[in-house]
T-cell receptor, first 114, second 111 residues
Framework: DAGVTQSPTHLIKTRGQQVTLRCSPK?????VSWYQQALGQGPQFIFQ???????QRGNFPDRFSGHQFPNYSSELNVNALWLGDSALYLC?????????????FGPGTRLTVL | GNSVTQMEGPVTLSEEAFLTINCTYT??????LFWYVQYPGEGLQLLLK?????DKGSNKGFEATYRKETTSFHLEKGSVQVSDSAVYFC??????????FGQGTELSVKP
């Protein structure tokens, strides 16, 4: 049973560029959430997708956008990157009908903005 | 708004010592509470959870009890091992499914 997978593992971008991160949820899960974890901090909720719609959003600017596909996989897009976007981006999946708070996390994508 | 506060680290213990990591929360309603663990270079793994007051979550020798009267969810283990060295995160989850994390507590266990 494959867990949550994310790609790429690491990414280096320069200020002003755009980036797309990808996530495949755990088998059987239908909800994907994205978190940003700055160095030495706890993860911060970005948004959550269910049925290809954004269900909840945290306190992040519109530069952060997402998408969920019919197979439940998801993308996180960040436009106009700036240095403060450097972080570990974590994807978590869950099942809407189950214990939705029980989220399973992927290994993350480490984004470095130079 | 909802928030989670954890004791600051790093916490350094000798092998077989007793561990307590304090976690308190502020929340409206009746959130679920979680402890996640993050090993170096990895994502987060769910360690244990509790969904209502007085519930005790347990896993791998770790325990935490959901105390509504003190709004706490302290993590304990009777005898830590070197392999327990990691960063531990307390989190609460609301009905909408969003998780709110504390800042994390780094644990280092020396042989």
């Amino acid at each position: 049973d494959a867990g949550v997978t994310q790609s790429p593992t690491h990414l280096i971008k320069t200020r002003g560029q755009q980036v797309t991160l990808r996530c495949s949820p755990k088998s059987g899960h239908d909800t994907v959430s994205w978190y940003q974890q700055a160095l030495g901090q706890g993860p911060q909720f970005i948004f959550q997708y269910y049925e290809e719609e954004e269900r909840q959003r945290g306190n992040f600017p519109d530069r952060f956008s997402g998408h969920q596909f019919p197979n439940y996989s998801s993308e996180l897009n960040v436009n106009a990157l700036w240095l403060g976007d450097s972080a570990l981006y974590l994807c978590a999946s869950s099942l809407i009908g189950g214990s939705i708070n029980e989220q399973f996390f992927g290994p993350g994508t480490r984004l470095t903005v130079l | 708004g909802n928030s989670v506060t954890q004791m600051e680290g790093p916490v350094t213990l000798s092998e077989e010592a007793f561990l307590t990591i304090n976690c308190t929360y502020t929340a409206t309603g009746y959130p679920s509470l979680f402890w996640y663990v993050q090993y170096p270079g990895e994502g987060l793994q769910l360690l244990l959870k509790a969904t209502k007051a007085d519930d005790k979550g347990s896993n791998k020798g770790f325990e935490a009890t959901y105390r509504k009267e003190t709004t706490s969810f302290h993590l304990e283990k009777g005898s830590v091992q070197v392999s327990d060295s990691a960063v531990y995160f307390c989190a609460l989850g609301n009905q909408g499914g969003k998780l709110i994390f504390g800042q994390g507590t780094e644990l280092s266990v020396k042989p």
